[in-house]
């Protein structure tokens, strides 16, 4: 009796044995990683904890009024909106001096661009449209000159439809943009106060319109900005118009009233604060060209395209009287 339990015993160890030491099936995930090239056999388990690691329960949440983007209710399909400033481009000349400043001069503008900003000479009102023109010139100490146009105090905003009917140049080098900055910083430079990239186009890559928003969490030096591209085969052809809708708790990017980009911060934090949200105070348009630059030379720059210009055949910016008293009751 012994002896056959002792058998039993035996085959059953023999049997976990075998289960043990089995080839294991790769999961689904395993295969892919094994498709692309991924080595699963050199994975190797660290000895220390990583500099990235929070011990849960250490962090304590962020107090009420430090969390953004939350708790508004409203109906977005239902939302009015007003118009509350416009530049139609209609009286020939220098751009109106009541709307439009200028940012000048040659700094690199915090990408190595290769431009020199200048005021009128390079921004002129004709034929009913904005011309913004980046020109081979010696300007100081750049070879190139160029317009950034600027609302900031003379139209700044919170929230909004905002709608820019443009052309854009072509060419290698060239790197024009429709975009906004915050007004009054409140959280700090750049990129802590935000920036929201309504349309960039680089020559290199031509055709593609790039959307992009910047934050002390997500921004293109770290490599987390948050971003969105669409083909538009004829951008240095034909008018396009670009919107951005800015809400309290989302912004979404359109070109020609189609959504391609939505950037929700409750997506990427369960209670957003500053670091996914600046955008709750208030920003200005800005329109350039800058020629060349981190990510406009990045294929290096055709000198021989220049000029170049970007066309702008209205600014239109509209407000919400149901968000603007959502916000006032909040």
């Not at 009128?120 to 004709?126: K, P, Q, S, V």
């Not at 186009?201 to 948050?226: E, L």
Request: negative net charge; aromatic residues 12%.
């Amino acid at each position: 009796m012994m002896i056959k339990q002792l058998i039993v015993s035996l085959a059953a160890l023999l049997v976990s044995l075998a289960i043990v030491f089995a080839p294991q099936t790769a999961t689904k995930e395993e295969q892919t990683m094994d498709a692309s090239g991924f080595d699963m056999g050199k994975l190797r388990v660290g000895k220390e904890v990583s500099g990235a690691y929070v011990q849960p329960g250490s962090v304590s949440p962020p107090a009420r009024d430090e969390v953004k983007a939350t708790g508004f209710a409203y109906d977005e399909a239902k939302l009015t909106y007003e118009l509350v400033w416009a530049d139609e481009f209609d009286i020939p000349g220098a751009p109106d001096p009541e709307r439009w400043g200028y940012d000048l001069g040659g700094s690199g503008w915090g990408n190595n661009e290769l431009q020199f900003y200048t005021g009128e000479g390079n921004a002129w009102a004709e034929d009913g449209c904005l011309i913004i023109e980046a020109r081979k010139e010696q300007r100081g100490n750049r070879a190139y000159t160029s317009a950034r146009l600027v609302t900031r105090g003379k139209g700044d905003w919170l929230y909004g439809r905002f709608e820019i009917r443009a052309k854009m140049p072509r060419g290698l080098g060239t790197w024009p943009a429709i975009w906004m900055l915050p007004t009054d910083r409140v959280y700090g430079v750049w990129p802590a106060s935000g920036e929201i990239d309504i349309m960039e186009h680089v020559g290199y890559d031509q055709g593609i319109s790039h959307s992009s928003v910047h934050t002390k969490a997500f921004n293109h030096v770290m490599g987390t900005q948050k971003s969105a591209r669409t083909r538009l085969s004829d951008i240095s052809e034909e008018f396009h118009t670009y919107i951005l809708t800015w809400l309290p708790d989302k912004l979404l990017i359109a070109v020609d009233g189609e959504v391609y980009f939505t950037y929700e911060p409750g997506r990427y934090a369960a209670q957003p604060t500053f670091r996914e949200w600046p955008f709750d105070r208030r920003h200005h348009l800005l329109l350039n060209i800058a020629f060349g630059g981190n990510w406009g030379g990045a294929r290096g720059i055709d000198e021989n395209v220049l000029p170049q210009r970007m066309l702008v055949d209205y600014v239109r910016v509209y407000q919400s009287p149901e968000i603007a008293a959502l916000v006032k009751g909040e």
